[in-house]
Nanobody, 121 residues
Framework: QVQLVESGGGLVQAGGSLRLSCAASGRVFTGFVMAWFRQAPGKEREFVAA????????LYTDSVKGRFIISRDNGKNTVYLEMNSLKPEDTGVYFC??????????????WGQGTQVTVSS
């Protein structure tokens, strides 16, 4: 089993920045693709960004390209999401996930409990 714990969410004004962290424990972190998803009220959970174990490959949904940066520190078993130029439509619960490469919820086997991000206009 892999346990994932997110932190760093909060309330921020439009144009501001937040940095989310996800600490992994339990089963070895090695080899897992790590990703961030988000879910707005009344909407389905959607892919935000993913990073491969090697760190050389990253993937972003179009709406966050150029604004968000995903990174990971394998020595600390932690993945980060740097969010800049935040918009009200970025509001939602952000979930950390571990699994296989892809953008679909079903490709990820382990999930954190989520952290709320609220962007005010």
């Amino acid at each position: 089993q892999v346990q994932l714990v997110e932190s760093g969410g909060g309330l921020v004004q439009a144009g501001g920045s937040l940095r989310l962290s996800c600490a992994a424990s339990g089963r070895v972190f090695t080899g897992f693709v790590m990703a961030w998803f988000r879910q707005a009220p009344g909407k389905e959970r959607e892919f935000v960004a993913a990073i491969a174990w090697s760190v050389s490959s990253t993937l972003y949904t179009d709406s966050v390209k150029g604004r968000f940066i995903i990174s990971r520190d394998n020595g600390k078993n932690t993945v980060y999401l740097e969010m800049n130029s935040l918009k009200p439509e970025d509001t939602g619960v952000y979930f950390c996930a571990a699994g296989r490469w892809g953008t679909q919820v079903g490709q990820y086997d382990y999930w954190g409990q989520g952290t709320q991000v609220t962007v005010s206009s």
